[in-house]
């Protein structure tokens, strides 16, 4: 062989493998249009791979089942999504099928997916069921979705890495121990002027000294006549 087709044999080598790499950088991310029940077939092979999904459309517990089960997943957008009734997905404490309402983000969606970092969650969501984010360790922050007015028990509990959360004015109830243990929380956003009725035990672990809670103007002291808001030392109205 000469040496030129050598030469040649080589670069193609290296063109095709240059290639190869390009195409494994870009199935780490995707964009999919989904209809309820049929992320799995859509994804295909990238289930496994995957670190970023965006998802358009509606999706179901049998698509909840398939993203629970992408280990690679760091970043997901849910913005355009609508959560609806339907599917299978079971809990994984109680193995039974887990109930939920449309535009809820089920109990236990997100439960010990401690790859996930980012989470935008769908803008019509109303509700978040109980251990939702539970034990999201990288989970950094989160902005809870202007019409959400409830957040269950557990919510995002020993979500040890979670650092921000906003919480829109239609927030009416952030229930027991939603956000107990989160001990590297330290900026909460309050959009709403009466605040969210929480309990003593709501942000249990979560050090009331130096943690900032942003809140509007003219809403100090309602804030701090509020049971469990009231243990916040460091409030700062904008």
């Not at 000469?2 to 995707?30: G, H, P, R």
């Not at 092979?45 to 965006?54: A, E, G, R």
């Not at 089920?106 to 978040?128: C, H, Q, R, W």
């Amino acid at each position: 062989m000469k040496i030129s087709t050598v030469s040649k044999y080589i670069t193609f080598i290296f063109f095709l493998l240059f290639n190869l790499e390009l195409e494994a950088q870009e199935a780490t991310s995707d964009t999919i249009k989904v209809k309820a029940g049929k992320l799995s077939e859509l994804l295909g092979s990238k289930k496994d791979v995957l670190k970023s999904l965006t998802l358009k459309g509606e999706i179901n517990g049998t698509d909840i089942t398939t993203i629970r089960s992408m280990a690679k997943l760091s970043i997901l957008n849910l913005t355009d999504v609508k959560i609806v009734k339907g599917g299978t997905f079971i809990s994984s404490i109680y193995n039974e099928n887990i109930e939920y309402d449309n535009n809820e983000v089920p109990e236990e969606m997100f439960y010990g997916k401690d790859n996930l970092s980012i989470v935008i969650l769908p803008e019509n969501t109303v509700a978040i069921g109980v251990k939702a984010f539970s034990d999201c360790t990288k989970l950094t922050s989160i902005i809870i979705p202007d019409g959400t007015r409830t957040i269950g028990t557990n919510a995002f509990i020993s979500c040890t890495g979670l650092s921000s959360v906003t919480i829109p004015g239609t927030m009416t109830m952030i229930d027991y121990a939603a956000f107990q243990e989160c001990t590297s929380l330290s900026k909460i956003y309050c959009k709403g002027v009466l605040p969210p009725k929480i309990t003593p035990y709501t942000f249990f672990g979560v050090n009331k000294n130096n943690c900032k809670v942003h809140i509007p103007k003219g809403a100090l002291a309602a804030y701090q006549g509020a049971t469990g808001w009231s243990e916040f030392k460091n409030m700062i109205e904008e």
